[in-house]
């Protein structure tokens, strides 16, 4: 299985942009990068995923590098409720999704 | 459209006793998948069903199995359980495997096992 690399934890200031970052240098041509995040007390929450182009949905938007061998997580406005474990996952076919430890994000009002 | 649905919330046993977790996936989901998270260990596929099949299967012992059922349903069970199976047990359901492979899970809030 691919594995993924993120810092153990960034901090943010409320209201302002927060850039996750995640690599991935061992992805192969068939991995979806997906971002997962947990909040305390709950199941993980799917975030947003992408395969080679540039990914923007309602919570997040997702820049993948030319060579897909990283890719960054963006919250355009982080909020208290964004504090979380993000996880950055390589998935293929079939839906064994392997969680490393994730990136520990704390928002500062 | 509601949510993945675990029950129990909590649940407390005695070592050597066996559980049954059980988990209702988002309406028209055939996919199921079970993890466990610990603290030391994060996140950790069990298996994977699928149309009461399983597909995909994790390095757990044998005293961990699954089931399926043809509403998709789908139920754990741990049997003789260590103290080490202590966790949170997740069920994630997905619409994978009906035409779009990659699309996201969708996971419940879990049951917390402890076992003393």
């Known amino acids: 299985d691919a594995k993924t690399t993120q810092p153990n934890s960034m901090e943010s200031n409320e209201e302002e942009p927060v850039h996750l970052p995640c690599n991935h240098s061992t992805i192969s041509g068939t991995d979806y990068i997906h971002w997962y995040r947990q909040l305390p007390s709950q199941g993980p929450e799917y975030v947003i995923h992408?395969?080679?182009s540039n990914v923007n949905n309602r919570m997040a938007s997702l820049a993948i590098a030319e060579d897909r061998k990283s890719s960054t997580l963006i919250l355009h406005r982080a909020t208290l409720r964004d504090a979380a474990v993000y996880y950055c996952?390589?998935?293929?076919?079939?839906?064994?999704?392997?969680f490393g430890a994730g990136t520990i994000l704390r928002v500062k009002s | 459209k509601a949510g993945v649905t675990q029950t129990p919330r909590y649940l407390i046993k005695t070592r050597g006793q066996q559980v049954t977790l059980s988990c209702s996936p988002i309406s028209g989901h055939r996919s199921v998948s079970w993890y466990q998270q610990t603290p030391g260990q994060g996140l950790q596929f069990l298996f994977e069903?699928?149309?009461?099949?399983?597909?995909n299967k994790g390095n757990f012992p044998g005293r961990f199995s699954g089931r399926q059922f043809s509403n998709s349903r789908s139920e754990m069970n741990v049997s003789t359980l260590e103290l080490g199976d202590s966790a949170l047990y997740l069920c994630?359901?997905?619409?994978?495997?009906?035409?779009?492979?990659?699309?996201?899970?969708?996971f419940g809030n879990g049951t917390r096992l402890t076992v003393t």
């Open positions: 994630a359901s997905s619409s994978r495997g009906q035409g779009s492979y990659n699309s996201p899970l969708h």
């Open positions: 069903y699928f149309s009461e099949t399983q597909r």
């Open positions: 992408g395969l080679t």
């Open positions: 996952i390589l998935s293929a076919y079939g839906n064994k999704l392997v």
